[in-house]
Antibody, heavy 120, light 113 residues
Framework: EVQLVESGGGLVQPGRSLRLSCEAS????????MHWVRQAPGRGLEWVSG????????DYADSVKGRFTISRDNAKNSLFLQMNSLRPEDTALYYC?????????????WGKGTTVTVSS | DIVMTQSPDSLAVSLGERATINCKSS????????????LAWYQQKPGQPPKLLIY???TRESGVPDRLSGSGSGTDFTLTISSLQAEDVAVYYC?????????FGQGTKLEIK
């Protein structure tokens, strides 16, 4: 079964850092692009970042550029999101999502998400 | 950035009737070299992650009932549910993947009348 399990969320003060992880199973992780997508409470979906199959092509939403860093470890079937200088508006449920292609386009499998709350 | 605008924001349809959700992009998402529209549709039920329904504007994901269909090209797209079932109650989102940053529509909430 194809599965994505996010972890690392929690309550953090503004200006602090947090690192999210996503463990993949049930598919050849290294063959596919991956994404992070977030959803603020009661709001819609916001694409955060995408990374191609080998980490050579990375992009970010303008709202997180310069603060967040996406990375992957294909040997460990894992995706990461390093979040620095967190702001209250970063509060959201963060989803890890698989792309069906090698380049980041759209998302065919989603995890259940991990919640990040930025508050003093 | 490409702005995706869905209409309506909410929709109530009787069981068995047709439901139509529209999505308009601020610029074309049709890539002329391959004649593909870089647009996907997702369904999100309460408390669940989104589920991919349609990609390339009209290709149905495996396992998605054929009563759901996508159409359109360029800047105007439609998700149609031909005969609404109770399990179709959800919020539906379109997403463009033509250019980064990728963007979603604001969502359309579909309910039973």
């Amino acid at each position: 079964e194809v599965q994505l399990v996010e972890s690392g969320g929690g309550l953090v003060q503004p200006g602090r850092s947090l690192r999210l992880s996503c463990e993949a199973s049930g598919f050849a992780f290294g063959d596919y692009a991956m994404h992070w997508v977030r959803q603020a409470p009661g709001r819609g979906l916001e694409w955060v970042s995408g990374i191609d199959w080998n980490g050579g092509n990375i992009d970010y939403a303008d709202s997180v550029k310069g603060r967040f860093t996406i990375s992957r470890d294909n040997a460990k079937n894992s995706l990461f999101l390093q979040m620095n200088s967190l702001r209250p508006e970063d509060t959201a449920l963060y989803y890890c999502a698989k792309d069906p292609t090698t380049k980041p386009y759209y998302m065919d499998v989603w995890g259940k998400g991990t919640t990040v709350t930025v508050s003093s | 950035d490409i702005v995706m605008t869905q209409s309506p924001d909410s929709l109530a349809v009787s069981l068995g009737e047709r439901a139509t959700i529209n999505c308009k992009s601020s610029q074309s998402v049709l890539y002329s070299s391959n004649n593909r529209n870089y647009l996907a549709w997702y369904q999100q039920k309460p408390g669940q992650p989104p589920k991919l329904l349609i990609y390339w504007a009209s290709t149905r994901e495996s396992g998605v009932p054929d009563r759901l269909s996508g159409s359109g090209s360029g800047t105007d797209f439609t998700l149609t549910i031909s005969s609404l079932q109770a399990e179709d109650v959800a919020v539906y989102y379109c997403q463009q993947y033509y250019s980064k940053p990728y963007t979603f529509g604001q969502g359309t909430k579909l309910e039973i009348k």
